[in-house]
């Protein structure tokens, strides 16, 4: 490769280093949402999630944003939270969107599947479930 085309593959690598960088934080500012970690570029909070420890609602509070992917999501955290925005203030999150697994369980009736077929087995069992 001449000395032009290596100058010119790292200017443009660099440019779209430069673009996805100032992309990725002007996705990371907020807005008006709770705070929340510092999400990672494609993967989001993912890696910093611990099923068994759940210490963000001591970090950040009882509201908190993670992202998985790029899917924004509010968390919220605690009996008290829930039931207020849930029930006292219920018209206001009527019309939040919906989440495209619980749309796929719902339309089968609770019945999923990991598998594309479905055997006659399976089928048998679902039956009594």
Do not use: C
């Not at 001591?58 to 029930?87: D, M, N």
């Amino acid at each position: 490769m001449d000395l032009w085309g290596l100058t010119t593959l790292i200017l443009l690598a660099g440019v779209l280093l430069l673009i996805f960088l100032s992309q990725w934080s002007q996705g990371l500012k907020r807005g008006k949402l709770p705070p929340g970690p510092t999400p990672l570029p494609f993967l989001g909070n993912i890696l910093q999630l611990d099923l068994k420890d759940m210490t963000l609602a001591e970090k950040y509070g009882p509201i908190y944003t993670l992202y998985f992917g790029s899917q924004r999501i509010v968390v919220l955290h605690g009996y008290k939270i829930v039931k207020e925005a849930l029930i006292d203030q219920g018209d206001a999150f009527a019309d939040r969107g919906s989440i495209p697994i619980f749309d796929d369980v719902i339309k089968k009736k609770g019945k999923i599947s990991l598998f594309k077929r479905v055997t006659e087995k399976q089928k048998g069992i679902s039956e009594y479930f």
